[in-house]
Every structure is written in structure tokens, then in C-alpha cells.
């Protein structure tokens, strides 16, 4: 005797508090928050209302295009070919310490992926955050006859030569 489920499914729109009806993706999170990227922001959803991350907040960019966790329950958000992550209600970005110009990365192609760190994708390179290292390797292409070989060279430590976080006030 085999007793059938019921699933609920939950259908949300600008009426019900999202800031556009176009979404890239959802998630959840590790403390069961809904994540949605949206083309006008990062949303968080608590199960009974919506917050909004964009521009205002200190979101450098207002589509978003990726949203993951990393395992320190950070939320990374990439847009527009920048990367920040959101961590307890404020946006936190990787800028140039000398420039003061906030990170970038050839995103054209790129994604968001995890398993215990936080890989940034993209034609030309990947990125990976490492509690907070962040690395760039480069991709190197050489044809031999009718192969290509790709490898990454040796990676170079972004943050703490070169750039810093900083929580948008």
C-alpha cells in the first residue's frame, strides 16, 4: 500500500516582493534562506518576506547572475564580470589596493561553483576563493597534432598582495 506525496509549490512574482519576475537561479542556503539572482539584485527570502541587495546596499552591479555559499556561509554573487559576497546582511567587495578599483574578471562565459571553496569560472582563467585567499590561475592552451592541451599555470595569490576586502558601508 503505497501512499502518494503532496508537494507544495510556491510561485513568486514583483507582486509578492520580488524586485523583477527574471531570475537566473535560486537556491537555498545552509540556514534554509531562498536565494534568488535576479537582473535587478540578490534576493533573500525567510520564508515570509523578501530582502533585496542591490545597488542601494552596495551591490556594485544590478544583475546578477550567479549566487552560491561558500562553507563559511558566505553568499557569493558575480555580475557584470565583478564578484562580492554577502555575509550577514552586508555586501563585502575584493578591491585594488593601490587603484581602489574593485576586482574584475572576464565573466563573459563565467559561473559560480562549490564544494568547500569557491570556483570562478571564465574562458580565459579560473578563480578560486579558499577561506579568504583568493587565487587566479590562467589557462594555457598548446596544440600538439590534433590535441589541445589546457592546464592552468602556477596560481597567483590575489588578496593579500595585491587586493582587500572591504564591507560597503
Not at 534576493?43 to 552596495?58: C, H, L, M, P, T
Not at 546578477?64 to 567587495?93: A, Q, T
Not at 589596493?97 to 568547500?116: F, V
Amino acid at each position: 500500500h503505497l501512499v502518494a506525496q503532496h508537494h507544495q509549490y510556491l510561485h513568486f512574482t514583483e507582486e509578492d516582493g520580488l524586485p523583477s519576475n527574471f531570475v537566473y537561479k535560486a537556491f537555498q542556503d545552509s540556514k534554509d534562506y531562498i536565494w534568488f539572482a535576479t537582473d535587478k539584485g540578490a534576493v533573500k527570502y525567510d520564508g515570509a518576506s523578501f530582502r533585496i541587495f542591490n545597488e542601494n546596499d552596495g551591490l556594485p552591479f544590478a544583475d546578477v547572475f550567479d549566487i552560491v555559499e561558500d562553507r563559511e556561509n558566505r553568499i557569493w554573487v558575480l555580475g557584470k564580470g565583478k564578484l562580492c559576497y554577502i555575509y550577514e546582511d552586508s555586501v563585502y567587495v575584493f578591491k585594488d589596493k593601490i587603484s581602489g578599483e574593485m576586482y574584475g574578471i572576464d565573466a563573459k562565459q563565467a559561473s559560480l561553483t562549490t564544494a568547500k571553496n569557491v570556483y570562478i569560472l571564465s574562458n580565459t582563467s579560473a578563480l578560486i576563493i579558499h577561506s579568504d585567499s583568493l587565487f587566479q590561475y590562467t589557462f594555457v592552451s598548446h596544440s600538439k597534432g590534433d590535441s589541445l592541451q589546457i592546464f592552468m599555470k602556477h596560481p597567483t595569490l590575489l588578496k593579500s598582495s595585491y587586493y582587500h576586502q572591504g564591507k560597503v558601508s
